[in-house]
């Protein structure tokens, strides 16, 4: 028979409270579960890695944000349990980091952010000034030469060992042969500079109804953890008034 406990509002009832404390310890570690994964192999210093930490994070932080309210929840329905108590205490010198942590996610999201755009941005700028250096020594090349052999020597000087004429092409009169490779060069520039053109165009960025949404995110999951950690006042329950539930309980949490 399931009978009040003097200090709440709820009945005592050890069934649903050990049936809140396992559901919570299954949505942290889910939790965890999903971060860690997310998070080997470990790249500290890649902020694509960075980024996709801090999304699994804030996509998953409603299960740790829940399963840590099922422990006060818990010792609702079964106040005197000091299994539930010692675990809640252990959990809650956690709320501060966590909360402290959430807040940290903002700057580092748009740090990481800037990161990501500044190395793309560069390995283009990269490419386009070795692609355009590359055609320029290859039409300079083929405007200086003045015999097959000549521009055989240097095609395999710009583009290794197994660059050069055909057999062919090693027959044709020079000029005919310029004017072919000129026209070959600038239909290979075009086309290379379109495809970089093109990557720059679908260069990862991050939008900023993302952005906006992990920050109002973090911020929410930040007041959250520090809420149940007792870092944040609550409301004082008049004398006289109902107690509610645990709220012994709960006012230790405040101290």
């Known amino acids: ?25 299954v949505l942290l570690v889910v939790f965890i579960a999903a971060v860690v994964t997310t998070a080997v192999p470990p790249r500290l210093l890649d902020p694509s890695w960075q980024l996709a ?44 980091p966590a909360a402290l942590g959430f807040l940290l996610l903002i700057p580092l999201q748009g740090y990481a952010a800037w990161r990501l755009q500044r190395t793309v941005t560069t390995a283009l700028d990269q490419q386009t000034t070795r692609t355009s250096k590359q055609f320029f020594e290859l039409r300079k090349a083929i405007d200086s030469a003045t015999t097959h052999e000549e521009l055989q020597t240097r095609l395999r000087q710009l583009f290794g060992r197994n660059a050069g004429l055909s057999p062919a092409e090693q027959k044709m009169p020079m000029a005919e042969l310029r ?9 290979a520039s075009n086309r290379l500079m379109q495809q970089i053109e093109a990557q720059a165009a679908t260069k990862p960025t991050l939008p900023l109804k993302e952005t906006i949404r992990i920050a109002i995110s973090s911020l929410a999951y930040a007041v959250g953890f520090a809420f149940l950690g007792g870092l944040l006042p609550r409301m004082q329950v008049k004398a006289g008034g109902p107690r509610g539930v645990d709220q012994d309980y709960f006012e230790t949490l405040a101290e």
């Not at 205490?89 to 709320?95: F, G, L, P, S």
């Not at 004017?179 to 239909?187: D, H, K, V, W």
Request: no cysteine; charged share 15%.
């Open 53 to 96: 930490m801090i999304a699994a994070i804030i996509t998953n932080a409603p299960l740790a944000l829940i399963g840590t309210l099922m422990l006060p929840l818990a010792l609702g329905f079964d106040p005197i349990n000091p299994r539930l108590r010692v675990r809640w205490n252990a959990i809650r010198r956690w709320a501060l």
């Open 179 to 187: 004017s072919m490779l000129q026209a070959r060069a600038e239909q």
């Open 1 to 25: 028979m399931i009978t009040a406990s003097p200090d709440s509002t709820l009945p005592s009832s050890p069934y649903l409270s050990r049936l809140l404390a396992t559901l919570s310890i």
